[in-house]
């Protein structure tokens, strides 16, 4: 028998919140903020029903803690906000990553800095989501460009984060969270859906930060008879804080290491036309889907121009993009800041041809016309 | 009446709930808060309650990391937000006994907004506040609750704010059940903890501790010992009546239950709710 395909006209905010369900969260706890309130009234509306938690909470840091101090009791779970509420979530956020707690973390970013533009899009947060909160540590960033890919791309910030316990945001902007488009809502198949390693072990030999080949611990759930203790001060493999350097260089190392030992799985992009483009755009979200566009009309007129999309954003698909640009002249780099994901393909392309910005910061979306003006003006 | 059997100090054998290995604790000598983790062990053992299904959440401070001491699933989250945390957990596992413990800093001013909203939001869950009118953990720096007469590393010349009654916050965020008791009687600081514990909902306990190594040196208040004794002068039990006169002085700390009300626990009051309410 086929799955039945259920296709609804929707708001990327409400797939956002349909996807987490999907993909078995059963905790929110946010705080409001446009343009990302849809996702809160949209869990409100249907975690009850599925058994799950909704909950307001008094700011965006404690929403963070309460995600974290449901994930850690055993429930998946995930917050929503947007730049003023992601900046209030870094402690947290930070905290998230050191004890390695799966959480989910949708920012959909308005037009910044501070309150900036609440009702109109941005994408500042390119490097607040990669260094946000102090210190080194591991995070992934998931970049989606549609309605229907929040929905997708939801599901496997969950998958991600259950699999490797790490904290994964899934970057939005206020034009796809608030844009309507038929999505296909088929649920995931059951099998698709990765929940976190449990400890099983007898509870004598258990080690909370274990260092294993696939440098994922297996989690105690508490009430399981496991008794662990879970700090944000380096801890060693016990879980207990230490002053040894050499414990602590070792149990951050692995921290450090578990995305990069893992990176095939995390690592997801589109490029188009990339194989004889001389001129390569590298960007991500609405600005990409601009970018498309305006590859179609530089072909048309015999323009070498290619897309280069990491749907991954962080860490970022590094060789796939410099195998993309193995042709390129200039890599063009559309992004709706002053310059932020540049800086990045910059350090990738290390020299090796120009790059050139096509920068909006005050709230508006970049154009087609202005990525195909700025191409032509490179090749001409 | 208390109809309770009643168990004996010498019976209770607090090692036996102690992560021994972490051994020596990191609490300077004669510091108030071993006291508090005395009465808070004694009390869940009394009320028998399982240190499997147990979840102790600490926030930062030397009163935070009592938590890693105890053989127990044990949270030290972040500075000021262990009730946040402890919310998320107690929704998420309601299976688990979720007890909080903070200091007077990590609750009153990073965390007092969290306070005041887990009074009034009543989960159910038990926090501990240890109150040493003091930042101990980071050098004694002034907090919330020192006295305008004492001196600290922030205030070398005096404080000029006015303390914060931790309790009377409590109960006028909403608090169902509000207690305040000194580590000096640490039999009847286990008693409110177990009534605490009694209590479908939030409670708030106040213990009154000591910083003995750092506020204690500075403002020349004695030795441990000393300190101690001085709680008794400072506070007025409930059982001598709400009256503030003698034997004890005027404007003293009341102690014992301050406030014990019925209210519907927020996720039994979460449930009743009707789903196919207005949506
Ligand atoms: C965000 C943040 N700010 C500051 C600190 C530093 N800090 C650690 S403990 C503490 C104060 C603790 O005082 P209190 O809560 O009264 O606990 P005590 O040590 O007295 O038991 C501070 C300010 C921190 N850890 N995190
Ligand atoms: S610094 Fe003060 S509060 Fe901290 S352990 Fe020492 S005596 Fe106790
Ligand atoms: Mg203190």
Redesign the pocket.
């Known amino acids: 028998m086929l799955a039945k395909v259920e296709r609804k006209n929707i708001q990327g905010n409400e797939a956002c919140a349909l996807g987490a369900i999907a993909a078995g969260c059963r905790f929110f706890a946010g705080y409001p903020i446009t343009p990302s309130s849809e996702i809160a009234h949209t869990m409100s509306r249907e975690l009850p029903g599925v058994g799950g938690t909704f909950i307001q909470m008094e700011d965006e840091i404690a929403s963070m803690g309460a995600v974290i101090g449901a994930s850690l009791g055993g429930v998946k779970a995930m917050t929503a906000t947007s730049g003023p509420g992601f900046s209030l979530k870094q ?1 947290n956020l930070g905290y998230a990553a050191m004890v390695e707690a799966p959480c989910v973390i949708a920012n959909v970013m308005r037009g910044g800095p501070s309150t900036g533009m609440p009702t109109r899009p941005g994408q500042g947060d390119i490097m607040q989501s990669r260094w946000g909160t102090h210190g080194d540590h591991p995070i992934i960033v998931l970049a989606p460009e549609s309605v229907g890919e929040v929905y997708s791309e939801t599901i496997r910030a969950f998958n991600l984060s259950e699999a490797l316990r790490v904290p994964v945001v899934v970057l939005i902007d206020e034009t796809i969270g608030h844009l309507l488009e038929t999505v296909d809502l088929t649920p995931p198949d059951p099998a698709s859906i990765i929940e976190r390693k449990w400890a099983t072990c007898d509870p004598k030999d258990y080690k909370p930060y274990e260092i294993t080949k696939d440098r994922v611990p297996a989690m105690a759930r508490p009430g399981d008879g496991y008794r662990a203790h879970t700090t944000g001060l380096t801890h060693d493999e016990t879980g207990f804080p230490t002053q040894d350097t050499e414990k602590g260089k070792n149990a951050i190392g692995r921290l450090l290491d578990k995305l990069e030992y893992h990176k095939g799985k995390i690592e997801s992009y589109e490029a188009i036309d990339c194989d004889d483009a001389e001129t390569l755009i590298v960007t991500i979200g609405i600005s990409a889907r601009a970018a498309k566009r305006a590859i179609k009309s530089l072909r048309a007129d015999g323009i070498k121009a290619g897309l280069f999309r990491p749907r991954t954003l962080w860490p970022f698909p590094e060789e796939a993009m410099r195998k993309a640009a193995g042709k390129a002249k200039t890599i063009i780099v559309p992004e709706m800041n002053a310059g932020q994901l540049i800086f990045e393909v910059e350090r990738v392309i290390a020299g090796k041809c120009k790059t050139v910005g096509v920068n909006r910061y005050a709230g508006d979306i970049i154009t087609p016309s202005e990525i195909e003006a700025a191409a032509r003006k490179v090749t001409s | 009446m208390n109809m309770e059997p009643h168990i004996s100090a010498e019976e209770f054998d607090i090692r036996q709930f102690m992560r021994l290995d972490l051994f020596p604790h990191f609490l300077c000598p004669g510091c108030g ?1 071993g006291m508090a983790l005395r009465a808070l062990m004694w009390a869940l053992w009394e009320q028998n309650i399982s240190m499997d299904k147990l979840a102790v959440v600490c ?6 990391r009592l938590g890693a001491y105890i053989d127990s699933n044990t949270f030290h989250t ?3 937000r262990p009730l946040a945390y402890a919310t998320g957990l107690a929704l998420a596992r309601p299976d688990l006994h979720v007890v909080v413990i ?6 009153l001013a ?1 965390g007092g907004n969290h306070l005041i909203h887990a009074c009034r939001r009543n989960v159910n869950m038990t926090c501990l506040m ?1 109150n ?1 009118e ?5 050098g004694g ?1 002034v ?1 919330p609750t020192t006295s305008p007469t004492r001196y600290t590393t922030t205030t070398p010349y005096g404080n000029a704010e006015p303390v914060f009654d931790a309790c009377k916050l409590a109960e006028a965020a909403g608090a169902g059940f509000v207690g305040r008791e000194v580590t000096m009687q640490v039999p009847t600081l286990k008693d409110l903890i177990k009534q605490a514990f009694d209590y479908d909902g939030f409670s708030f306990v106040e213990i009154i501790s000591d ?1 003995t190594e750092i506020f204690g040196r500075k403002n020349q208040l004695g030795e441990s010992a000393e300190m101690i004794m001085s709680q008794k002068a400072s506070t007025r039990p409930d059982s001598y009546g709400t009256r503030v006169d003698e034997p004890f002085r005027p404007n003293s700390l009341p102690t014992g239950v301050l406030v014990k009300t019925d209210r519907l626990e927020y996720r039994a009051h979460q449930q009743s709710l009707n789903p196919k309410g207005q949506k």
């Not at chain 2, 926030?59 to 935070?64: L, R």
């Not at chain 2, 903070?102 to 609750?107: L, S």
């Open positions: 402690e | 808060h926030g930062i401070g030397c009163s935070g972040t500075h000021g903070t200091g007077d800093g990590d609750c990073i240890l040493n003091v930042y101990g953990m980071t720096q907090s910083c």
